[in-house]
């Protein structure tokens, strides 16, 4: 058997003065703090370029998208958010899409399509407020998601940066050879991937 015995508590224990106090100081202390926290919405969120919202198209000057159908994004989506049907045009790329469907709906932000696509084409917006009255009008055609490359100006800046796209590798004994501009000839896999490359970015159709 264990006996306990019953402590007596004091006035200011019985009646929380101590805990009150305490409770009322931490509370004064963070009313003069920095707040960390946003009203939103009346305080909105200003994303920096590396926040990633729903995918967009990206437009030429000329209206024209950049995407030449080639499906690596629809491939590669995870939850097949994206839907494409390619055609033939007259014009330098030779192939576009006829229709570009993203449903929002399945769509998880994750930004393999931006990632994998050759063309600079799709890049992840700054939109994260998604709002439809039904199902159907969260999944976007190709006129909705063309947004003119000057808005996306950012985000495209930030893209090329982070996947290093159109920056030559450094001549080594390797990749001499194939890679244009570092005493190679341009040929080879690599050469014709980074010299198509940089044509089409100075080309900017
Ligand atoms: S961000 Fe991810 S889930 Fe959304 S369309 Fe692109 S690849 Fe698909
Ligand atoms: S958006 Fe890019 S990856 Fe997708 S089909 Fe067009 S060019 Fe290919």
Redesign the pocket.
């Known amino acids: 058997m264990v006996l306990v015995k019953q402590r007596t508590l004091s006035f200011g224990e019985r009646y929380y003065f101590k805990t009150i106090v305490v409770g009322l100081i931490y509370t004064f202390k963070n009313l003069f703090r920095k707040k960390v926290t946003r009203s939103y919405p009346e305080e909105r969120l200003d994303p920096s370029p590396s926040f990633g919202g729903v995918?967009v198209l990206v437009a030429n000057e000329d209206g024209h998208p950049r995407c030449v159908a080639c499906g690596l994004?629809e491939f590669?989506?995870?939850?097949r958010?994206?839907e494409i049907t390619g055609t033939e045009t007259e014009r330098a790329i030779e192939r576009v899409p006829k229709t570009f469907t993203?449903d929002y709906l399945?769509?998880?932000?994750?930004?393999?399509?931006?990632e994998v696509c050759p063309e600079e084409a799709?890049v992840?917006s700054q939109q994260y407020e998604l709002v439809g009255s039904s199902r159907g009008s969260l999944k976007l055609g190709l006129d909705e998601l063309l947004t003119p490359a000057s808005e996306l100006s950012t985000r495209l800046e930030y893209i090329r940066k982070t996947y290093h796209r159109f920056q030559v590798a450094p001549a080594t004994e390797a990749n001499a050879s194939c890679v244009p501009g570092v005493g190679g000839t341009g040929s080879g896999v690599a050469g014709t991937a980074v010299s198509s490359a940089k044509r089409r970015y100075e080309d900017n159709y």
Do not use: F, G, L, N
């Open positions: 995918p994004c590669v989506c995870p939850p958010a994206i993203i399945r769509c998880i932000e994750c930004s393999y399509c931006e799709i992840m």
